[in-house]
């Protein structure tokens, strides 16, 4: 494929600090590189690589001296703007029971295809960005991952961990044999069950406004209100290419509520949030 992007979204989060980490390769026609996105609370960065400092297997991203996996992540980046070094292991992780795509997975030619890798993971260990030490004990992990020529033109996507659980959910415009649909794609995590919420078994968007979405499928009613961000420019693909800007916050205060057969299942608001809103 002469357009093509590959990437690793992976967030590790304690009580008091969020540290996300995107290792990513690019192919635009002939011209192919790599990059390493790293987001906070307060600062992004992101740094390139040649194509030659990528490898990967089975389990694990290799960019440079910097290695991503299901056991961790290692971090040794140096450059003007970024110095960062540190360790992070990972418990076990909580995959979901099937392809988060559903039937989709077998569709040729979409835009984007989206995988998630664990929805909750216990994280331990300590890097240091800048000076600034992320020390993590007792935090939780997520890691998804994203393929495909570009990214939606306009999606929402936003993920929490929780007590007692974890979600995520992305509402995009999805473009598909010359038409263009809402997609829906989300999991709910709560209480050791697994609510799967999909365009594929029947969810639709009862409205996109004020920051704020309101998903239905069946018996099922996700609500989800962005209060207050806390926005940071990222970089993101179009054909391929890494030269879309997109602003996420790590760490931000939301509101979410789950509702099955009209009993709340549960509704809080929170300030460990990660958000991306990019409708007009």
Known sequence: MHHFFYG???????????????????????????????????????????????????????????????????????????AIKGRL?????????????????LVPFMECRHSVWSMRHSVTGQVCVNGQDYSFQDAWGYWEGDR?????KEYIWTQCCFPGGALMLSVADIPMAGIHFTGIIGVVLWQGKEYRI?????????????????????????????????????RAPEMGNMVRTIHESASCRAFYRFRRKNRTLFAFETDRASFEFEYD
């Open 8 to 82: 690793w979204y992976m967030k590790c989060q304690s009580e008091t600090q969020t540290l996300a980490v995107i290792p990513a390769v690019h192919s635009e026609g002939k011209k192919r590189i790599c990059s390493i996105q790293v987001i906070t609370e307060s600062n992004a960065w992101s740094v390139p690589f040649t194509a030659d400092s990528f490898r990967r297997t089975r389990r694990n991203l290799f960019i440079g001296e910097n290695q991503f996996g299901e056991k961790g992540i290692r971090l040794a980046i140096r450059t003007p703007r970024l």
């Open 89 to 105: 292991d990972f418990g076990s992780l909580c995959p979901l029971r099937y392809d988060i795509m559903g039937p989709f997975a």
């Open 148 to 152: 495909g020529r570009s990214f939606p």
């Open 198 to 234: 999909a365009t594929y078994l029947g969810a639709r968007v009862v409205y996109i406004h004020n920051k704020a979405v309101r998903v239905i499928q069946g018996s099922l009613e996700l609500d989800i209100r962005l209060l207050e961000s806390s926005e940071r420019p990222l």
